[in-house]
């Protein structure tokens, strides 16, 4: 059974930054891609970044380019997900998820429990 572990989620200011963490329990976390979904109150998932097993590809919601970083450590099989110049529009319950299906981008086969990250203004 897979398991995903976030960590780092809290209340922020706008315009300060926080570091997610996503530690998957298998060791073949490697071969697959991961990443970071969320859902704010009364609204859809949305995709927010994704990174392939090797790092070579990296992917990220419009509106979170140029602030938010992802990364991954694959001898650690956690991925992380650095943010920036954060906004209220940012506050949502941040999910990692493992092992992309499509063809929505926010379709992953396993999922974390979440994160809530909010951000006042």
């Known amino acids: 059974q897979v398991q995903l572990v976030e960590s780092g989620g809290g209340l922020v200011q706008a315009g300060g930054s926080l570091r997610l963490a996503c530690v998957a329990s298998i060791r073949t976390a490697r071969s697959y891609a991961m990443g970071w979904v969320r859902q704010a109150p009364g609204k859809e998932r949305e995709f927010v970044s994704s990174i392939s097993g090797s790092s070579e590809r990296i992917a990220y919601l419009d509106s979170t380019k140029g602030r938010f970083t992802i990364s991954r450590d694959n001898a650690k099989n956690t991925v992380y997900l650095q943010m920036n110049s954060l906004k209220p529009e940012d506050t949502a319950v941040y999910y990692c998820?493992?092992?992309?299906?499509?063809?929505?981008?926010?379709?992953?086969?396993?999922w974390g429990q979440g994160t809530q990250v909010t951000v006042s203004s």
């Open positions: 998820a493992l092992d992309f299906i499509g063809p929505s981008k926010s379709n992953w086969r396993y």
